[in-house]
């Protein structure tokens, strides 16, 4: 575990570019108290509950909630992260991943 991640915080794990959802992990461990009030909003997802694995960047495997609980995981959770950093910290992946699938899907075009 990096420095980063001795203090609970929300980490993004995986973008599908085909959705545009971006799914976060806990950087640590939470107590089982906090585990009751976040359940709710995670789930455990494997790379074939993804559909495509090709258009989906990251981890695909663990306890995860997506973009839309997060604001309400931080807020259980007194996570205090600027959401701002993070979504800069994202947008050049999340283009050149986009740029990828473009290419991929031209690729597939011709091929045909």
Same mark, same amino acid.
């Given at each position: 575990?990096?420095?980063? !991640?001795? $203090? %609970?915080? @929300?980490?993004?794990?995986?973008?599908?570019? =085909?959705?545009?959802? $971006?799914?976060?992990? @806990?950087?640590?461990?939470?107590?089982?108290?906090?585990?009751? @009030? #976040?359940?709710?909003? *995670?789930?455990?997802?494997?790379? =074939?509950? *993804? &559909?495509?694995?090709?258009?989906?960047? &990251?981890?695909?495997? &663990?306890?995860?909630?997506?973009?839309?609980?997060?604001?309400y995981v931080r807020k259980i959770l007194k996570i205090k992260e600027e959401r701002k950093k993070t979504v800069?910290?994202?947008?050049? #992946?999340? $283009?050149? %991943?986009?740029?990828?699938?473009? %290419?991929?899907?031209?690729?597939? !075009? #011709?091929? @045909?």
């Open positions: 575990m990096s420095k980063d !991640e001795t $203090k %609970l915080n @929300l980490r993004l794990s995986a973008i599908d570019c =085909e959705t545009s959802t $971006k799914y976060y992990q @806990l950087t640590s461990e939470i107590s089982d108290e906090q585990k009751k @009030l #976040v359940k709710p909003y *995670f789930k455990y997802y494997t790379p =074939e509950e *993804f &559909g495509n694995s090709e258009n989906v960047a &990251g981890i695909m495997e &663990g306890w995860m909630c997506n973009d839309e609980d997060i604001n800069q910290h994202l947008q050049p #992946v999340q $283009k050149s %991943l986009s740029k990828n699938i473009t %290419l991929q899907d031209q690729i597939s !075009e #011709v091929d @045909l």
